[in-house]
């Protein structure tokens, strides 16, 4: 019986996910037994013509992780969409936009400006900066167009499966992987991951005391974290009440906070803004009837870039999606 087809791409995205596959270990022969790898750019010489060339849903599942950030990119996973039966969005960057999508506080020209123009380490004496269309002596060398906003896969195609994490543990792989060969997936657009959040999960959950109030704002470089406390006890934000838990609690293990990468549970719509109103809910209410406006001030302003760390992960996928540029 022939093998089910199966394909990885990577768009804008770190290459961490690629590597989350190798992860896989020994269990990477397992699959490789099962399936048939007929594209994953990054590890096997297959091209597009190939991919082309096969006929539509020929492929059983397509893992995509980064977000869509240039032509090629929406190119290709069009491409896939229309080659695959099903298509899993591999990662956070695929599934919310990732650490890419803070991109989406800036746009293309800002971006340009500044990484080929005004970064102290490039020297650029013509501001040249990459065209699309370039012509030299050989002929016209070409340059997808960079897109000004960074899009979730789910913005660009449609999408079976979320498998999220930056990058998503091998267990969480493993499990995917048997569920997709032995057809036993969840409803459409399901997150391949459990439900609760991480503060469920989390060891230091039990400890958490019954009322918390944070009087300071510390980062976690300023403190040596106490590992039997919460996070939030010591005044370092945590964003375990709005993630989904699933990732074996690794940066909470390592004794630093979470900062969203399995995205929201199922009940939250945007991650961000959820985690904003959840830590400033336990700002001082301690002292609540002493605080002045001032002292207000003070500690809000001790949470330092609040737009980047509240959606470290997700901006594209939030209700706002990116900064209106002037
Ligand atoms: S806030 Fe962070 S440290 Fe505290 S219980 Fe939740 S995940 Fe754990
Ligand atoms: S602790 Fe949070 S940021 Fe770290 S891997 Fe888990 S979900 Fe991601």
Redesign the pocket.
């Known amino acids: 019986m022939a093998k089910p087809k199966v394909a990885f791409y990577w768009n804008a995205s770190c290459g961490g996910c690629e590597e989350a596959v190798i992860d896989l270990n020994e269990d990477i022969l397992k699959v490789v037994e099962a399936v048939d790898i007929v594209f994953w750019p990054v590890a096997l010489d297959f091209k597009k013509k190939d991919v082309e060339a096969m006929g539509d849903g020929e492929i059983a599942v397509s893992f995509i992780n980064g977000a869509i950030r240039t032509e090629e990119q929406e190119e290709m996973v069009k491409l896939l969409r229309k080659k695959s039966g099903l298509i899993v969005a591999f990662g ?1 960057c695929s599934h919310l936009g990732g650490i890419p999508g803070l991109a989406n506080f800036w746009d293309r020209e800002t971006i340009f400006t500044r990484v080929y123009k005004t970064v102290p380490s490039t020297a650029n004496p013509n501001g040249i900066v990459p065209q699309q269309k370039t012509n030299v002596p050989e002929g016209e060398l070409t340059l997808p167009e960079f897109y000004d906003t960074v899009k979730t896969l789910d913005q660009t195609i449609d999408v079976d499966y979320y498998l ?3 990058a998503p ?1 091998p267990d969480l792989i493993m499990n995917a992987v048997t569920a997709i060969l032995e057809g036993k997936l969840p409803e459409k657009g399901a997150v391949l991951a459990p439900e609760k959040s ?1 503060c469920d999960t ?1 060891p230091r959950g039990e400890k958490k005391p019954e009322k918390l109030s944070i009087k300071e704002i510390k980062r976690p470089y300023e403190i040596i974290p106490d590992p039997e406390k919460c996070f939030l006890e010591e005044g370092i934000i ?3 009440p709005v ?11 390592a004794n ?8 929201p549970t199922k009940e939250v719509i945007d991650q961000g803004a959820k985690g904003l109103s959840a830590i400033a809910s336990i700002l001082g209410v301690e002292d609540e009837e002493k605080m002045t406006e001032e002292d207000t001030k003070k500690l809000i302003d001790q949470i330092v870039d609040p737009a980047g760390l509240f959606y ?2 997700s901006l594209p996928s939030s209700l706002l999606k990116r900064k209106r540029m002037a």
């Open positions: 956070s999220p994490g930056c543990p991480l989390c945590c964003l375990g993630t989904r838990s699933g990732c074996g609690e690794r940066c909470i293990n630093m906070p979470c900062r969203g990468c399995f995205g470290m992960y």
